[in-house]
């Protein structure tokens, strides 16, 4: 199956910097969805981007897609302590296997902010 | 409150045995998932369902065993022929576009 691959899979900054995962795909999508885990807890949905969009915001979140490199970008602005988690993306298609809609994850991005 | 609820938090395995893993939403969402996650690892998709009574496997459903009786409810059985299966596990249910998840259940073997 598809996969999305973030990179870096680790990333430490000073808070108040802003910080940049990307991800990448393999094939077409209906849209796609990035994620955030707190260490030992269930994944919890930040902000969608369709494939006919090529940015999107939502509060310090921004999101790019490009779909002719088939990669995405999220950037959390201003960081904060509070930020520090793994970052997921998830790409939105059919399951090549049951023909039905369905997230394919990455392996995610471990986010340390630095107070 | 609505969501998706798994039980229990943490479970206990002795080789050999089976044991089956709760997963309920309120959400009114007809799919339903299980992913385990690996120390370092994304998720890896072990079963889902797009309706009751049916349901197809992920990548990895070997060793796993599912049910969809009702709506609500997708447990998920982890089999004594899953060699290793001392992991987290993630059920989820998704709407028109986003996925809801469980807070997850820590199985260890022991």
């Known amino acids: 199956s598809q996969q999305g691959e973030e990179d870096p899979q680790a990333l430490s900054i000073q808070e108040g910097e802003n910080a940049t995962m990307n991800c990448s795909y393999k094939t077409s999508i209906n849209n796609l969805q990035w994620y955030r885990q707190n260490s030992g807890r269930g994944l919890v949905h930040l902000i969608l981007i369709r494939s006919n969009e090529r940015e999107k915001h939502s509060g310090r979140l921004r999101v790019t897609l490009d779909t002719s490199k088939k990669s995405s970008s999220l950037l959390i602005t201003a960081s904060r302590a509070a930020d520090t988690a793994s970052y997921f993306c998830?790409?939105?298609?059919?399951?090549?296997?049951?023909?039905?809609?369905?997230?394919?994850f990455g392996k995610g991005t471990h986010l340390i902010i630095q107070p | 409150d609505g969501g998706i609820t798994q039980s229990p938090k943490y479970l206990f395995r002795k080789e050999g045995q089976n044991v089956t893993l709760s997963c309920e939403q309120n959400?009114?969402?007809?799919?339903m998932y299980w992913y385990r996650q690996d120390p370092g690892q994304g998720l890896r998709l072990i079963y889902y369902?797009?309706?009751?009574?049916?349901?197809q496997k992920g990548d990895i459903a070997e060793g796993y065993s599912v049910s969809r009786e009702k709506k609500e409810s997708f447990p998920l059985t982890v089999t004594s022929a899953q060699k290793n299966p001392t992991a987290f596990y993630l059920c989820a249910s998704k709407g028109p576009t986003e996925a809801f998840f469980g807070q997850g259940t820590r199985l260890t073997v022991v």
């Open positions: 369902s797009q309706i009751v009574n049916d349901f």
């Open positions: 998830a790409t939105d298609s059919y399951y090549s296997g049951g023909g039905a809609d369905g997230l394919t």
């Open positions: 959400l009114n969402h007809d799919a």
